[in-house]
T-cell receptor, first 114, second 113 residues
Framework: DQQVKQNSPSLSVQEGRISILNCDYT??????FLWYKKYPAEGPTFLIS?????DKNEDGRFTVFLNKSAKHLSLHIVPSQPGDSAVYFC?????????????FGKGTKLSVKP | DADVTQTPRNRITKTGKRIMLECSQT?????MYWYRQDPGLGLRLIYY???????NKGEISDGYSVSRQAQAKFSLSLESAIPNQTALYFC????????????FGSGTRLTVV
């Protein structure tokens, strides 16, 4: 029973255009959401996060949007660059709970074509 | 030095062998985790530890055991390796007071033949 779902295994985008990666969750107790980026032969690295008290968080070219009523979040990358090609994992936690462990989605492989 | 160091980086072992994957961290965090990554399945939690005396099973702990030797060290053992344990294994550490979630190691690619 997946609590965090990334339904698109892959996404291909032209350089300079917008990349939109989507994530859905089922657990209404989740109150903190993160995106991680993973290059081959490396561990995942933190990219951007958002608390459930917000609906948008922006960091340079990266923006995360949260729609709590739909239990949906998305990561926008504008403009996309070839160096953004990686696997992106969505993660969620219930920080107000006793454990706050991160639950990860299956990942979306983004390819940005020059 | 990396914040989270995993050894070995790559390992090929035979079915039935015992193998240990090691992880050490310099972040000074109490919480440590072991995940495995399989194609199409994302990151799945094997075991986690909130301090030296605390060990907890994760989503897929069967066939694995762990040891928290010190705050900085958390090792994962496969008592009798089997081919479906072939995967990429990641160790991570976290401080619940920080907003950046987990810091991961570079991973160990394990192949069981």
């Amino acid at each position: 029973d997946q609590q965090v779902k990334q339904n698109s295994p892959s996404l291909s985008v032209q350089e300079g255009r917008i990349s939109i990666l989507n994530c859905d969750y089922t657990n209404s107790m989740f109150d903190y959401f993160l995106w991680y980026k993973k290059y081959p032969a490396e561990g995942p690295t933190f990219l951007i996060s958002i608390s459930s008290i917000k609906d948008k968080n922006e960091d340079g070219r990266f923006t995360v949007f949260l729609n709590k009523s739909a239990k949906h979040l998305s990561l926008h990358i504008v403009p996309s660059q070839p160096g953004d090609s990686a696997v992106y994992f969505c993660a969620a936690s219930a920080r107000s709970g006793s454990q706050g462990n991160l639950i990860f989605g299956k990942g979306t492989k983004l390819s940005v074509k020059p | 030095d990396a914040d989270v160091t995993q050894t070995p980086r790559n390992r090929i072992t035979k079915t039935g062998k015992r193998i240990m994957l090691e992880c050490s961290q310099t972040k000074g965090h109490d919480r440590m985790y072991w995940y495995r990554q399989d194609p199409g399945l994302g990151l799945r939690l094997i075991y986690y530890s909130f301090d030296v005396k605390d060990i907890n099973k994760g989503e897929i702990s069967d066939g694995y055991s762990v040891s928290r030797q010190a705050q900085a060290k958390f090792s994962l053992s496969l008592e009798s390796a089997i081919p479906n344990q072939t995967a990429l294994y990641f160790c991570a550490t976290s401080d619940p007071g920080q907003l950046h979630g987990y810091t991961f190691g570079s991973g160990t690619r394990l192949t069981v033949v």
